[in-house]
């Protein structure tokens, strides 16, 4: 199995507290990915993070925030977190398509519940 | 970037061959084609890729249009454990080099005993 854990596993916050999810990998990939993934939404992409300090955004990112200050660490940041990021959060990573077959690897997600 | 569009759930009989199609019809000629599955709540698991030609591995087959407009992930022999949601996506990589994966909503399979 691809080194990546997610932390933490399982949170409960209130509306307006900060929050921040944290992806470790080992595998020294180039790719570090964050989604969400709702009912009847399937997976989006908040942000994406394709090397040290550069990163982009996706589908769904207003309300998130990233950082990746080392190639093994891709944090995602809720400023302030509302009801409606209320969701389970997936971290992925990859070695890209010069990689074997550009696979993405993912974490075992994050349940977060904002009341 | 391309989009896709997949049935939104399919049924299959256990020992059947599970076509499930994806459409694609705005793919760019350096745009790959992936497919993943999510069992349960599980983080989803890479199934198979292709650019042009079609794909075989352990798991399904590939098999991609021509025009490259479509293709179709086939389980060919499907049991009880491949009931999952299958996602076809299209690999976007950027001039910079930057490759974003978009995810729909997928298809939901569920195998019927």
């Not at chain 1, 990689?99 to 009341?115: A, D, M, P, W, Y």
């Not at chain 2, 705005?26 to 349960?40: A, K, L, P």
């Not at chain 2, 030609?53 to 086939?74: F, G, P």
Request: with cysteine; glycine share 8%.
């Amino acid at each position: 199995d691809a080194g990546i854990t997610q932390s933490p596993r399982h949170k409960v916050t209130e509306t307006g507290t900060p929050v921040t999810l944290r992806c470790h990998q080992t595998e020294n990939h180039r790719y570090m990915y964050w989604y969400r993934q709702d009912p009847g939404h399937g997976l989006r992409l908040i942000h994406y993070s394709y090397g040290v300090k550069d990163t982009d955004k996706g589908e769904v990112s207003d309300g998130y925030s990233v950082s990746r200050s080392k190639t093994e660490d891709f944090l995602l940041t809720l400023e302030s977190a509302t009801s409606s990021q209320t969701s389970v959060y997936f971290c992925a990573i990859s070695g890209g398509l010069a990689s074997n077959t550009g696979e993405l690897f993912f974490g075992e997600g994050s349940r977060l519940t904002v009341l | 970037d391309a989009k896709t569009t997949q049935p939104t759930s399919m049924d299959c009989a256990e020992g059947r061959a599970a076509n499930l199609p994806c459409n694609h019809s705005t793919i760019s000629g350096n745009e790959y084609v992936y497919w993943y599955r999510q069992i349960h709540s599980q983080g989803p698991q890479y199934i198979i890729h292709g650019l042009k030609n079609n794909e075989t591995n352990e798991m399904a087959s590939l098999i991609i249009t021509e025009d490259r407009k479509s293709s179709t992930l086939i389980l060919p022999h499907a049991t009880l454990r491949d009931t999952a949601v299958y996602y076809c996506i299209v690999r976007v990589v950027s001039n910079f080099g930057n490759e974003k994966l978009t995810f729909g909503t997928g298809t939901r399979l569920t195998i019927i005993p």
